[in-house]
């Protein structure tokens, strides 16, 4: 049987990263099926281009995964695909909590012919079989012989074939620029970011998050060997396509069982499997000064926190009270110290939010070391403690906010002020933190350190930008150029200086840059392909 799995784009900036279960159901399909990835972020692709596609290729059955925010889309393209006589199955977060909704069996139209809920690792298999014999269920629940719920160890993880995998759609270099780059060091040809789990779980139930109930409190590791023998594969798939590699650890919280993440930490340096990485990790956990020099040495650039609020009546109503304001400046110092920075991520529209919660964070992450702050809308995802809070107290002014996605809107109105007031904060937050005069001072603090370093931040802050003010396309990327053209024309004239590029840096580089590669250029290679960064808040 062909099979597409299909994840629909987002609507709003493209994604820098592919999305991992695809991968793992790639790898967890018996073999004698073959298996072709779409992911939309990449290639965009609208109804009737799916429809079209799957003629085109003979598919015979499609497996489409979607956060909540896309599953408006999804639900369009499950249609069109079916409209061709194709069946669809869904997974993911979103039709795990609402299976009725996909189905149909809530009074709207069926966009599914299957459901599979929850953690599809082992159920996979058993869909492709029923689909191969014409036998879909409706819905695939992953539980053991005696109908208790299952979840995988994760002990016994699959290998993602990453030497052969064609990873075409998901290069992070423009075509354009592609042959050049290869040339430089050990080439640049090719620069991916791409996802690996060490672990799944988090025990601590934020209100608004869906991975405690989705995943569970009980936190399941890989095993030390399977993850570093995953970063070897990826390295040596770099190398030998002349280019670069960088990962995303996905885990929810990433170093959550501190002893472990240290022996995994050592266990990549013993094995030469550093590469540059990204994790997530809660800023209680980065007491640890040893943790955080593991976390340096083994090629960690950049940690995303979820700070959500400099509040802590905000933390405590959203029962993430173990945050503590207070200490944010120094775990982000002993960061820096290493060269390690932050994505510091801050929800606004909490209940104890007043307008100005903006400018108040604003000024607390200006004492910071340079990061790239990010702001979003409290948002109540289905099945959260949050989402039945609001319910039961009648807040939600659009309960199914999802049917009508409308990027950064609230769906309910928070205490101490108003929908539209809580939408001006974040505004606020995104036009502060990124305006031409943020991204220069950001630059000038890293005045002590070689141009790259410079250069680093003032990219990162380029493409995060985008998450809010979508720049697609080349005019709106001319457009930022030209509004930060000082800063930039200051990059240049030192990068024209003698060894300006080099000299022994207090900090190590943060997201790779060629380093020999003027910054125009690189710019505007950037510019020619639009494409943005996008994270979550955490
Ligand atoms: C990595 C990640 C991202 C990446 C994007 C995804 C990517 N490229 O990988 C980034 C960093 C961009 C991101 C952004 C956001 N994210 Co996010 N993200 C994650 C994270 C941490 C890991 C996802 C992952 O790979 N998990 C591991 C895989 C194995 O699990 P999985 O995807 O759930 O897949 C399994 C099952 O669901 C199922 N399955 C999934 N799809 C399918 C499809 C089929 C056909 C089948 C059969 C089965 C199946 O099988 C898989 C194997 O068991 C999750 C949390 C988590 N732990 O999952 C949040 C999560 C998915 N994100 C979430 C959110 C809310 C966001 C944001 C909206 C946050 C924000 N406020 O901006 C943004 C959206 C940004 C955007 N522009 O799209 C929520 C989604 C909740 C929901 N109900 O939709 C999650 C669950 C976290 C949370 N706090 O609740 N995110
Ligand atoms: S927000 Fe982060 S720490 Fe809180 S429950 Fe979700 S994954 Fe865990």
């Known amino acids: 049987m062909k099979i597409l799995l299909y994840n629909p784009d987002n609507g709003v900036t493209r994604n820098f990263m592919p999305h991992l279960w695809m991968f793992l159901l790639q790898a967890l399909t018996p073999p004698g099926h073959e298996v072709l990835l779409v992911d939309g972020n990449a290639q965009r692709m609208d109804e009737a281009g799916i429809a079209q596609f799957v003629r085109d290729n003979n598919i015979e059955l499609v497996g489409i995964g979607a956060m909540t925010r896309m599953i408006a889309k999804a639900y369009r393209m499950a249609d069109a695909v ?62 053991d012989a005696f109908g208790q719920e299952s979840k995988p160890t994760l002990k016994e993880y699959p290998v993602i074939p990453w030497q052969s995998i064609d990873l075409k759609q998901f290069n992070l270099v423009p075509k354009a620029v592609k042959a050049t780059l290869q040339k430089i060091g050990e080439g640049w040809g090719t620069f991916r970011l791409i996802p690996v789990e060490s672990g799944r779980g988090c025990p601590y139930g934020c209100e608004f998050c869906t991975v405690t109930g989705f995943f ?21 798939r770099a190398r030998s396509e002349k280019g670069q590699m960088a990962v995303f650890f996905i885990d929810d919280n990433f170093a959550i069982n501190i002893k472990r993440t240290k022996s995994l930490l050592r266990d990549i340096i013993a094995a030469g499997a550093q590469v540059h990485w990204v994790a997530q990790i809660s ?54 110290q290493r060269n390690v920075y932050a994505i510091t991520s801050f929800i606004f529209g909490m209940d104890n939010d007043t ?29 959260t403690p949050l989402y039945k809070r609001l319910e039961k107290a009648g807040r939600l ?38 305006s031409p005069a943020a991204l220069a001072q950001a630059v000038e603090s890293l005045a002590d350190q070689p141009l790259g370093y410079r250069v680093n931040i003032f990219l990162a802050r380029l493409c ?14 001319f457009k930022v150029i030209a509004q930060n053209r000082r800063t930039i024309f200051k990059l240049v004239r030192e990068g024209f200086k003698a060894g300006a590029w080099r000299g022994r840096p207090a900090r190590i580089p943060a ?24 994270f979550p808040a955490d």
């Open 397 to 434: 002014t659009r309960p199914k906010h999802w049917q009508e996605f409308i990027p950064f809107a609230m769906a309910h109105t928070p205490l101490k002020m108003s929908i539209e007031e809580a939408h001006a904060e974040v505004n606020h937050g995104w036009d502060e933190a990124y």
């Open 82 to 143: 079916r409209a061709t006589g194709v069946p669809v199955v869904m997974g993911g977060p979103h039709v795990t909590e609402m299976a009725d909704e996909a189905l149909g069996r809530d009074g709207g139209p069926r966009h599914a012919d299957a459901v599979a809920l929850g953690e599809a690792d082992a159920t996979w298999p058993r869909i492709v079989e029923d689909a191969a014999r014409g036998q879909l269920k409706d819905v695939y629940a992953p539980v």
């Open 464 to 477: 995060f930008r985008g998450i809010y003010f979508p720049m697609m396309g080349k005019m709106a990327w």
């Open 216 to 236: 569970g409190d009980s936190i399941r590791f890989r095993t030390n060997e399977s993850v570093v023998n995953e970063l070897l594969l990826l390295k040596a």
């Open 511 to 534: 997201i790779p840059v060629p380093q020999a590669e003027p910054v125009v250029a690189i710019a505007q290679a950037a510019a020619g392909d639009g494409r943005v960064i996008a």
């Open 283 to 336: 800023a209680n956990l980065l007491r640890d000064e040893e943790l955080v020099d593991l976390i340096a040495d083994s090629g960690g650039k950049w940690i995303f926190i979820g700070m959500e609020s400099i509040d802590p009546a905000n933390l405590k109503d959203v029962n993430k009270g173990f945050n503590k304001p207070g200490e944010y400046g120094a775990v982000l110092e002993r960061l820096a």
């Open 355 to 383: 307008t100005g919660v903006a400018e108040r964070t604003l000024a607390q992450v200006r004492t910071w070391p340079p990061g790239l702050p990010i702001f979003g809308l409290l948002t109540p995802l289905p099945a």
